[in-house]
Structures are given as structure tokens and as C-alpha cells.
């Protein structure tokens, strides 16, 4: 990749001091050992269904399985969230990884996974019971060499990452917990370090009136769909940046009855994304301004006051808050670090919506990395894993935990 910033030597030998640490090199190795019984855990928690508001049975299999791996202050919250806490020595940070639990095919969809050589085929084996394996597989090994930290390490399954679950999970996590790091494991590619998250609000905005005959009430009677047309008008004009990208559309438009009739309803969802919270907010009250504008534009027209005319509903499907963190970012800092260590090569420096929105809109030093193999289809009912590489995920999110946490030899990075 061109243009990447400058990595700081000082981190780099940190985590390559650590990754040398005798108990650290046996972890690293046990990771790859373990490969085959890791992959036999995402396969078990693949066949539990986890649809988004429905993760209950694979929450309570993430939580025995936490404490059959050595925590004991493991707790489901009130929002569905499992959080297993590794205590560090005292007086340190608190750094949280996540994997979200949710998987977005319905309840009864066929999740028996199917082996073919090293290619594992149903819904959700790679995303995300590939996070889920990498995060049970850290947790087992800093158990297993008995790795202390100084900060405490919260193991975390998270709810409601997907879709219509809006990272509902994280943002309860990071809105009622004080943390002071977040690393979330989602996707595969373990060549990918996200620095930015991509906010997006989405709203269903419907406007309603009497509707008529088209011939004999035209004239008495503004139309929705017309109101609706008038509001795409003033919105396909919106001045968006180039940096911080924002973007904005009006995905779906449905809305009347037959060919000859004035329309009583129109509806429209709007997408609105920007790595710029402000832009986000600003560009959300244009699109909203632009509606409330095109209805009275529409009532005016055929002379109806606005208590007698359309009216706008306005709801709100989607809010996922952006972020951006400096490249100096601790975290940035060390997950880069320990790819160079694990002669991984960063191949994709981005920005994406994940779990990771929910703390970089909160100012916490946070990314999302990946878990290693591959995953081939995600979000559809052919989606596959190949098992390849799959310990460099655990290894990677290993090495950049102990550089931020802090080990018995070395000061945790996060302040």
C-alpha cells in the first residue's frame, strides 16, 4: 500500500520485545497448535443459531465456554452481552475485545456446517464464529501460559452487530462501562487494520394525506408521491465533502395505489454515512429540512393549508455513530506493530462499520482486526471458510492486547 503513515519505532520494539517473552512464544505456538480444536469450536458455535435480537443459546455457549477456559467473573448484561473479565494486576487499563454473536440468516435457516478438505460451508462460519474462535482462542492461551497483565482484559461477545441490531451491543458496552482500549474481531482478513468507522443514520420518512381521483379531485388534494419527488429533488443537490466522505441516498421509494389515483402515502428509507459525526448531523438535518420544505411546497401548490394537508412521519431504522482515530493511536500503533512482528502485511488501511464505531465515537482508542483464514460470502446462504492461516488472527489480536494491556516485564501502551 502507498502512503501509509509512519509506524513508531518505539511501539515496534515494544511488542517485538514482547513477542520474545518465553511465555508469549509458547502462547503464539499453542495458538497454532490448537488450530484444529479451534476450528471445531467455530464450528459448534456456527450450528447454534444467533440470529440479530435472538443470540441467547450461542450468549449462553460463549459464556460456559469462557468459564470452561479459566474466567470466573463471567456475565451476561442487560442487553445480551457476554462479558468475561481477566483481571490484570491492579491499577492498569481496561481494554475490551469483542466479537459479535449475531448472525443475519433468520431463525430455522439450515446451519449445519458441511466439510469439504479445508473448506467449511454455512451461514455465519465465517462471520462471525471465525471472531468468535479467534477470541476464545486468545483467551485459552494467555490461560494456558499463564500470561499476566497489568490492565484487565474483558472478553466480550456482543449482541446486535448486524443490520437492524445497529451495534446495539457495543454501543451499550462502551455507553455504560468506562474503557480505556477496544479491539473488535470481525471479518477474516488479517492483512486489514481499520482506523476509521463509517457512521450511517437511517430514516423511513412517510408522508401521508386523502389522496383522490386523479381527474375529478385533481386540484383539492396534494399528493404524497409528488411530495416525495419534490424532496429527491432538493436532496440530489446536497454538497457532501470529499474528506471526510460523507454520502447520502434514498435507497427504496414505495408509495401509492393504482395508476389513476392521487397518492395518500409515499415512503422512502434514507442512507446517510460519513467517518465525520458533525457531517453526519449536518447532512442528516438537510435531508430532513429537504422533506419538511417539499411538503409545504406540496400543500401550497393546490392552496391546502398544512394542518389540512400531507403530514411527515419521521423514523429513524438506523444509527450507527463514526469515528476516526489519529495514526498515532495506541492502538493503531500496536496492531500494526504486531503484524510487522508476525511478518504480516498490512494490505488494507480502512474504514468500515464494525463494533469498533460504537468506542471511536466515544474518543476510545480503538480498531477492528480480523481472525484469520478466509472467509468467502459473507451475508448470503453460500457462505464459506477456508481454514488456512487461521492461528495468524489470534496471534495478531494476542500480540496487540499484551502491547496495550501490559505484561509483567513491559508498562501497557493504553494510558
Wanted: hydrophobic content about 40%; charged content about 25%; some cysteine.
Amino acid at each position: 500500500m502507498k502512503n501509509i503513515p509512519a509506524l513508531d519505532p518505539k511501539v515496534l520494539g515494544l511488542v517485538t520485545e514482547i513477542s520474545k517473552e518465553p511465555k508469549v512464544e509458547a502462547a503464539i505456538a499453542f495458538i497454532k497448535d490448537q488450530t484444529e480444536v479451534a476450528m471445531l469450536e467455530q464450528i459448534e458455535l456456527c450450528e447454534i443459531e444467533a440470529p440479530t435480537f435472538h443470540e441467547e443459546k450461542r450468549a449462553a455457549s460463549v459464556a460456559e465456554r469462557m468459564r470452561q477456559y479459566g474466567l470466573t467473573d463471567v456475565h451476561i448484561d442487560e442487553i445480551g452481552n457476554v462479558i468475561g473479565i481477566r483481571k490484570g494486576s491492579g491499577n492498569g487499563p481496561v481494554l475490551a475485545i469483542g466479537a459479535h454473536m449475531d448472525s443475519v440468516v433468520p431463525a430455522g435457516t439450515d446451519v449445519k456446517v458441511k466439510k469439504e478438505g479445508n473448506i467449511y460451508r454455512a451461514p455465519g462460519i465465517g462471520d462471525n464464529c471465525s471472531g468468535l474462535r479467534a477470541l476464545l482462542q486468545v483467551l485459552r492461551a494467555l490461560e494456558k501460559e499463564d500470561i499476566r497483565t497489568v490492565g484487565d482484559i474483558w472478553f466480550v461477545g456482543t449482541v446486535g452487530e448486524e443490520g437492524n441490531g445497529d451495534i446495539r451491543g457495543s454501543k451499550h458496552l462502551c455507553a455504560n462501562n468506562k474503557l480505556d482500549g477496544f479491539v473488535a474481531i470481525d471479518s477474516t482478513d488479517v492483512g486489514r487494520v481499520l482506523y476509521g468507522a463509517v457512521g450511517s443514520h437511517r430514516w423511513r420518512l412517510a408522508v401521508d394525506g386523502t389522496g383522490g381521483h386523479s381527474f375529478a379531485d385533481f386540484g383539492k388534494t396534494p399528493s404524497a408521491i409528488h411530495a416525495v419527488c419534490r424532496a429527491g429533488n432538493i436532496i440530489a443537490d446536497i454538497k457532501v465533502p470529499e474528506d471526510p466522505k460523507t454520502t447520502f441516498t434514498i435507497g427504496t421509494i414505495k408509495g401509492g395505489t393504482t395508476v389513476n389515483t392521487i397518492s395518500a402515502h409515499c415512503e422512502v428509507d434514507v442512507d446517510i454515512r460519513s467517518v465525520s459525526n458533525d457531517e453526519l448531523l449536518r447532512v442528516e438535518s438537510e435531508v430532513l429540512g429537504a422533506f419538511e420544505k417539499a411538503i409545504k411546497e406540496e400543500n401550497a401548490r393546490w392552496g391546502v393549508a398544512d394542518e389540512n394537508g400531507l403530514k411527515l412521519t419521521k423514523t429513524m431504522i438506523g444509527n450507527r455513530p463514526g469515528g476516526l482515530r489519529p495514526h498515532s493511536c495506541p492502538v493503531l500503533q500496536a496492531a500494526r506493530s504486531a503484524q510487522k512482528t508476525l511478518g504480516i502485511e498490512l494490505t488494507n488501511y480502512a474504514m468500515s462499520s464494525t463494533d469498533a464505531n460504537a468506542p471511536m465515537s466515544h474518543n476510545i482508542p480503538a480498531t477492528c482486526l480480523c481472525s484469520g483464514g478466509k472467509g468467502i460470502g459473507a451475508h448470503t446462504l453460500k457462505e464459506h471458510f477456508i481454514m488456512e492461516k487461521t492461528e495468524l488472527g489470534p496471534q495478531l489480536v494476542l500480540l496487540t492486547a499484551l502491547a496495550l494491556a501490559g505484561t509483567e516485564t513491559t508498562k501497557p501502551l493504553l494510558g
